[in-house]
């Protein structure tokens, strides 16, 4: 009993730790939905998810792990001006393969993505624009969660967050 009770102490205090993480270091914004090439090539919203299911997923994602990566007092501020993401619909297949999002190499995750990072003190440090694309997304070999429907994606936004803010972390240290 007394492990048991150890192990749900535990257990909240590391669930009081996440809650706690500062996702207000990270903002995540999107350009409009019609916009989003990933809408218009997909308007009737095949698939198993929707778009404010993608959306709301890759940008808790990206405040995850931009926080992990930048140094305390650092702010990020990333807007998605355009997305398209890993795979593509080919409804011509079958009434019942409209809803399969099929993965082929002519189909690579992409996106545009406007970013400024922000110092303690508010001064912007750095702000760009980079062009995310990953065309080797299914030779890399499997991301660590195969059933994840946004992996690839995900994986090339970790690349980015890697490429782009690596230094920032450990100048800092």
Partial sequence: MKTLKAT????????A????????????????????????QNPMERGQM??????????????KRADR???????LDVTFDDIKLAGDYEPWHSLQAQDIRFMKD???PRATLSYKLIDA???TIREGTSKLLDLAY????T???????????????????KKEFRDDRTASR
Avoid at 27 to 38: K, M, S
Avoid at 50 to 61: C, E, I, M, P
Avoid at 69 to 75: C, D, E, N, S, Y
């Fill in 8 to 15: 749900v102490l535990v257990a909240a205090m590391a669930l």
């Fill in 17 to 40: 730790g996440f809650a706690s993480a500062d996702q207000s270091r990270v903002t995540v914004n999107w350009a409009p939905a019609d916009q989003l090439t990933e809408v218009k």
């Fill in 50 to 63: 929707r778009t404010k299911d993608w959306q709301g997923a890759l940008a808790a994602y990206v405040q």
């Fill in 69 to 75: 990566q930048l140094p305390p007092g650092q702010r």
């Fill in 106 to 108: 002519i189909y690579p």
């Fill in 121 to 123: 003190d508010g001064r």
């Fill in 138 to 141: 299914l030779e890399r070999g």
């Fill in 143 to 161: 991301p660590a969660i195969e059933t994840d429907p946004l992996r690839f994606d995900k994986r090339m936004l970790d690349d980015w967050l």
